[in-house]
Each structure stands twice: as C-alpha cells, then as structure tokens.
C-alpha cells in the first residue's frame, strides 16, 4: 500500500493537529493559576431590553463596563441575552417569522460589530428572560467562590462601576 501525495498532507496535517493540541494544553497548564481560577469561578450575563436600544445612556454604560473587561473574560465567561417582548399582532405568530424579529436581529448585528463585542449574544423572543428585562437592561455577576449572584441595572453608577470590578479581582 502506497500512499498518494494527497495522503501524506492529510497525515501531516493531523500530525499538526495532534502536535498543537497537545502543546497548547501544555502552555495552559503552565499558565497563572490565580488568573486561571478567577476566570473559572466568575461568570456574567447580560441582559438587554430591546427597548433600551433606544435609551443612550444605558447603552454607552453597557460598552463603558463591557470595554473594561479583560478580553479573556469577554471571550470565555460573558454572554448576553436581548430579550424582545411581543406585540399584540405577534402573539399568535411563530417569533421568527415576524418582521419585529428580522428587524431586532439585524440590530443586534449592527449593534455587536460597530462596538466591537466578542461576547456571545442570543434573542430572547420566548420571554424566557422577560421578568428579569422588565427591571431594566442589567448584568448579572455569577460569583462561585462568594456563592453569590449580583444584580445591576443599567446605567452603572461610578460606585456599582467599581464594586463590580472588585468582585470580579477577588
């Protein structure tokens, strides 16, 4: 059994693979601890009310706190979630196939690639999340270590800016 050039660069391509794998588990183990055991026990979601995008100040303080974040943090242990309310027209219709659908989606598009949000970010179109959107626009502070959830409405004042911060450092 001969094998064909086109073999060989499959072979070597998953010899890579297995090579860079392996390594970067590696470099991972041999990493920060303490920053590695801060970014596994903190978590945040955020929650948007679609009708907030119409509210300046609760967007421009949602980038303010999300900019801040470490990009690691942003990439591994933040979400979002925009949680859209039906019209009356909409009750009985399938949520995705309403045009209030199409038009928040692409928003929320716009919205995540002009600022630059690597987080992920779902429509909420169930109501799933409603009950907490109805308090506002928020971000939830999952801390593990502190057996603690923390709730902050939109717009963040300066202190509730820099306690956020200092749970997330702990």
Not at 28 to 51: R, T, Y
Not at 61 to 84: D, E, H
Not at 110 to 121: D, Y
Request: aromatic share 18%.
């Amino acid at each position: 059994m001969t094998l064909k050039v086109g073999d060989w660069i499959i072979v070597f391509l998953f010899g890579c693979l297995v090579f860079f794998y392996f390594r970067g588990i590696d470099l991972v183990a041999k990493g920060d601890s303490f920053e590695k055991d801060v970014f596994e026990n903190k978590w945040i979601l955020f929650i948007l009310d679609f009708q907030d995008f119409s509210c300046m100040t609760c967007l421009d303080s949602f980038l303010g706190f999300y900019q801040q974040l470490p990009l690691r943090f942003k990439t591994s242990c933040a979400w979002g979630i925009l949680v859209m309310k039906k019209t009356e027209k909409e009750e009985n219709t399938h949520t995705r196939t309403s045009k209030s659908f199409w038009i928040a989606e692409k928003k929320l598009r716009g919205f995540i690639r002009a600022n630059h949000i690597v987080s992920p970010f779902l429509m909420d179109t169930n109501q799933v999340f409603g009950k907490w959107a109805e308090m506002g626009s928020s971000v939830l502070l999952f801390d593990r270590v502190g057996k603690m959830v923390h709730r902050y409405n939109f717009p963040l004042t300066g202190a509730q800016f820099e306690e956020i911060f200092e749970i997330l450092n702990r």
